[in-house]
C-alpha cells in the first residue's frame, strides 16, 4: 500500500520560507514522477510543481516559477518544496502525489496516491 505523508507546513509571515516534505512508502519511489497540488478554502485543487522519477526533469506553475523549488531525494523516498518569498495567496492545503508514471504532469488524473495534506497560511 503506497502511503504518502507531508510534513513541514505551518504560519509564516509574506516573504518568509518554509520547506515542505512529503514521505513516501509503498513502491519503488524513483520510478514514479511526484508532484505538489495546493487547495484553498472555496477553490479548486491546483497544480504547484513536479519532478521526474528521475529527478531530471521539473516543472512549476507560473504562480510559483522563481520563488518555489521542487526537488526529490530517492534515496530518502522523499520530495521537498521549498518555498521562498511566500505570499497570502499561497495559503493553502499542500498535497505530494505520486505520479502513475516517470515523466511529468501537470494534470491531477496523472496521479494515482496521494497525502493527507499540510496547512500553509501565509499572513500579510
Known amino acids: 500500500q503506497v502511503q504518502l505523508v507531508e510534513s513541514g507546513g505551518g504560519l509564516v509571515q509574506a516573504g518568509g520560507s518554509l520547506r515542505l516534505s512529503c514521505a513516501a512508502s509503498g513502491r519503488t519511489f524513483s520510478r514514479y514522477s511526484m508532484g505538489w497540488f495546493r487547495q484553498a478554502p472555496g477553490k479548486e485543487r491546483e497544480f504547484v510543481a513536479a519532478?521526474?522519477?528521475?529527478?531530471?526533469?521539473?516543472y512549476y506553475a507560473d504562480s510559483v516559477k522563481g520563488r518555489f523549488t521542487i526537488s526529490r531525494d530517492n534515496a530518502k523516498n522523499t520530495v521537498y518544496l521549498q518555498m521562498n518569498s511566500l505570499k497570502p495567496e499561497d495559503t493553502a492545503v499542500y498535497y505530494c502525489a505520486s505520479g502513475r508514471y516517470s515523466r511529468i504532469s501537470y494534470n491531477t488524473v496523472s496521479y494515482d496516491y496521494w497525502g493527507q495534506g499540510t496547512q500553509v497560511t501565509v499572513s500579510s
Open positions: 519532478i521526474s522519477g528521475s529527478g531530471g526533469s521539473t
